[in-house]
């Protein structure tokens, strides 16, 4: 959805972007790397507005610090 602005599940093409954030507490869609909300990486949210299948995406530029914090298997 996020590249081809399409659903995979029905075809739609109403996509919504809900961006990844964080509120107080730690609250909202994100990635805590740390014990405080500076450390949160954002997860990006995108919704089928046709049928509500979703997907969630990190920017690749946060990719490196989940994976020192949470390593690859």
């Known amino acids: 959805m ?3 602005g399409k659903c995979p599940k029905c075809g739609g093409s109403g996509i919504l972007l809900i961006a990844g954030g964080t509120g107080a507490y730690g609250a ?9 909300v ?3 990486v954002p997860v990006n949210r995108y919704l089928c507005s046709q ?3 979703s997907e969630e995406w990190v920017d690749l530029e946060h990719l490196s610090k989940l994976k020192k914090k949470y390593g690859e298997r």
């Open 2 to 4: 996020k590249n081809k």
């Open 28 to 36: 909202g869609n994100n990635i805590l790397l740390g014990s405080t």
């Open 38 to 40: 500076f450390s949160a």
């Open 51 to 53: 049928c509500g299948y």
